[in-house]
């Protein structure tokens, strides 16, 4: 099943694709949005009644979302491939001057991949959660919190400008701080979700920046005039838009500098990591990059640092994700590494973009099961999350097993299941650009080997080391359902999207595509990434396949107790930025303190001492007034004379 | 015809009048001071009617009479008022309005 996928596709420019006229089942764009976004008002401002049949309609809008988007796509596919850019306007939203801007969708071939996987995947964990949050007093509140976020993605998404989609952008980081922070009485959860909240602020300014400099260049902010008129742009604007939309991209997507806060928002129900930490909030950051590729094109400077920012944090996540106990967080790790991967794809201009989605894609839907998976396990295990307290859950828990172990066969990239496809041809099109990124791409492969099969291995395999209380258990079937469709996803999806469904076919005109030679046979380049894989495997199952201590060893390697702490990510964030903020704040309290009050109440002093010393003026003397009075009288009749009279 | 003397003359009245004002501690003598300036005053309204060859000034003559009139009434009220309290109708003595 190795595929060799040397040269699928003949090379192509992106083209601006003439936007149609939404008409037919388009013009219903809006109600992908509008669904969810009822739902979530509904079950937000309905109060308590709504409380027992709340979560249904939640399921129902997204479920209604994913099939209306399924019939977009099946009308879609029946269409030219030059014809499938449809756009619809709702109304004028902003008309100031030379800033025109309206509330105008646009669904495109890009825009319609996310979608369907914004919808789809967002229905499976809708009705997981139906299980998941049944024992939760807030689960209406849950509900109404995950169809907002669906709603803000979508609009992400769907948006045709880019003010269009930091409204989306935010809604999404409104979304995703609500619903981390959703056991808010929990104070490491609410600190979680201040974390996450205030790190995005950081990329949110470069996006809103961005904006800015994008209407100072080009005087629009549609994605439509932005791009035709990119070319006219100087270099160094387009750098720093490039640049900007990367700070943006990685406060999202939790990408290095910014990837601290994707760790801690593990504190979330289970489901939100899933759908908002794996899935689809944390690649919009890859969205943002490769709908700008018109940016990114004619910038070498950006493009670089996009790669050399996916290295990074491909590298770091992984390794982080090798030392966690934690099983949200290993799989937190994995995510920003697996993001890594797309981001460093993004940045190889047109050989990685679509590789870039198509990873995206295979990766929203594994992840998802992982994750899904790992809750169906703690659910099971009292909430537990520590993998030393797991082990033999496979004979309690089989189709968690199965799913879990699907997940984990396409996470690592072993054919035929879908990350095989996907990953393969990022670290083929990092080759075919650099050398460094090629064997930086292998060796977060192997590394990727190495933690999932910890994971694996600690969770299911081995001796049971639960605690005295656990009663592991099977969960019921409105959780274990969407699992199996995560896991035949798991399997299925990469090879029907890469062959089926030509992914590169269908998303090369709006993000081009070419391909490069390389000096190796792909075929031995994919044998090599198998290898080291299945290395990282074997030193996992050496490592941990006969015995788990319960307590972690503390004798262990100093990158081990590094990755335990995240690299020192909030040591490193708390000298670099949290404590200069402090000093500046101190300073600014000084400052205000001493010098601004300080001015202030001088001058109060001086009016005051002013007036005490004047008001002896008013001595009670009816004859000084009236010689006073004299005097002004002469004084004024004076300056009269000198002045205006003559 | 020529103004000059009638102003010379409202003038020195005036002057006369607001340097009473000034210096003399009994209220019944400011008053007349006061007095004093204000017909200084209607004496040049005249002297310029009379050289315009209208009325106007004539007309605020009338009026400042009047409010003269007025003045006194009220004036010498307070006055006898004060001098009911405090057995003395020197200016100096009512300060008690101040800092």
Do not use: C
């Not at chain 1, 949050?133 to 400008?161: E, I, K, Q, S």
């Not at chain 2, 020529?2 to 501690?25: K, Q, S």
Request: aromatic share 12%; hydrophobic share 55%; proline share 3%.
């Amino acid at each position: 099943m190795i595929g060799n996928g040397a040269v699928i596709a003949a090379d192509v420019a992106p083209v601006l694709e003439p936007l149609t006229a939404a008409t037919g089942i388009f013009a219903w764009i809006w109600l992908l949005i509008a669904l969810p976004l009822v739902g979530a008002i509904v079950l937000l401002t309905t109060g308590r009644w709504t409380n027992r049949f709340g979560h249904f309609i939640g399921v129902a809008t997204v479920v209604i979302a994913a099939i209306l988007a399924i019939a977009m796509l099946i009308e879609m596919m029946g269409r030219p491939a030059d014809a499938r850019a449809f756009e619809q306007t709702l109304y004028s939203w902003v008309f100031a001057g030379q800033f025109q801007v309206d509330v105008a969708f646009q669904l495109d071939q890009l825009s319609m991949v996310f979608v369907l996987l914004i919808t789809i995947v967002g229905s499976l964990i809708h009705i997981y959660s139906i299980g998941y949050m049944a024992h939760d007093p807030d689960r209406r509140r849950f509900f109404g919190f995950l169809n907002l976020f669906v709603a803000a993605m979508l609009l992400l998404v769907l948006a045709d400008n880019y003010l269009l989609l930091y409204v989306g952008w935010e809604g999404v980081g409104l979304a995703s701080f609500l619903l981390i922070g959703f056991w808010q009485y929990k104070p490491s959860a609410s600190a979680a979700a201040k974390k996450a909240f205030v790190i995005n602020r950081v990329g949110d300014v470069g996006l809103s920046l961005a904006i800015m400099l994008m209407f100072v260049t080009f005087g629009s902010v549609t994605f439509e005039s932005v791009f035709s008129s990119a070319g006219e742009a100087s270099d160094s604007t387009l750098t720093w838009i490039g640049l900007l939309l990367l700070l943006a991209a990685a406060g999202k997507s939790a990408q290095f500098p910014l990837q601290a806060w994707l760790l801690d928002a593990m504190e979330g129900p289970t489901p939100v990591s899933a759908l908002i930490h794996a899935a689809t909030m944390v690649t919009a950051g890859v969205y943002l990059i490769v709908r700008s590729n018109a940016i990114y094109d004619r910038t070498v400077f950006a493009a670089t640092a996009v790669v050399v920012i996916g290295v990074i944090t491909m590298i770091i996540g992984a390794i982080i994700g090798s030392a966690k106990d934690d099983i949200k967080k290993a799989l937190a790790g994995s995510t920003m590494s697996q993001i890594g991967y797309m981001v460093l794809a993004a940045g190889l201009g047109p050989v990685g973009y679509v590789f870039a989605i198509f990873h995206l894609l295979t990766h929203g839907v594994f992840k998802a099961n992982l994750f899904l998976s790992a809750g169906s396990v703690m659910h099971g295990m009292n909430n537990g999350v520590d993998m030393r307290r797991f082990g033999a859950l496979r004979a309690v828990m089989m189709i968690t097993f199965g799913a879990f172990m699907f997940g984990y066969l396409a996470i690592i990239g072993i054919p035929p299941f879908s990350g095989f496809y996907s990953k393969d041809k990022i670290i083929l099109a990092a080759f075919e650009v650099n050398l460094i990124a090629g064997i930086a791409a292998v060796i977060a492969a192997g590394i990727t080997g190495f933690y999932m099969t910890r994971m694996f291995t600690m969770t299911f395999l081995g001796k049971a080391r639960w605690d005295d209380d656990a009663h592991p258990h099977e969960s019921p079937a409105v959780m274990t359902i969407p699992l199996i469709v995560l896991a035949i996803g798991s399997l299925g999806l990469g090879a029907s999207l890469y062959y089926w469904g030509d992914i590169v076919e269908w998303l090369a005109p709006v993000t081009g595509y070419e391909s490069r030679p390389i000096a190796i046979s792909t075929t031995l380049l994919e044998l090599i990434t198998l290898a080291t894989v299945l290395i990282g495997v074997a030193i996992a199952v050496l490592m941990y396949g006969r015995s788990v201590p319960i307590q972690p060893p503390q004798k262990v390697s100093v990158l081990t107790t590094a990755a335990r702490n995240n690299l020192y990510d909030d040591a490193t964030n708390d000298i670099v930025a949290v404590r200069p903020t402090w000093y500046a704040a101190r300073f600014l309290v000084w400052f205000d303190n001493r010098i601004v009050d300080g001015a202030v109440n001088a001058s109060a002093a001086f009016v005051g001492g002013a007036s005490g010393r004047l008001r002896r003026l008013q001595n009670g003397f009816t004859r000084s007034y009236a010689l006073v009075m004299v005097i002004g009288v002469i004084v004024v009749f004076g300056v009269l004379a000198l002045v205006g009279l003559s | 015809m020529n103004p000059e003397n009638y102003i010379v003359l409202a003038g020195v009245l005036f002057t006369i009048g607001a340097i009473g004002v000034m210096v003399r501690r009994n209220a019944i003598v400011v008053f007349m001071s006061v007095e004093l300036m204000l017909n200084a005053a209607n004496l040049a309204f005249v002297a310029f009617a009379r050289m315009n060859g209208n009325l106007d000034g004539q007309v605020v003559a009338f009026f400042v009479m009047v409010v003269a009139a007025a003045e006194v009434v009220v004036g010498l009220a307070i006055i006898v008022t004060v001098f009911r309290s405090r057995r003395s109708a020197s200016i100096d003595e009512p300060n008690l309005l101040k800092y």
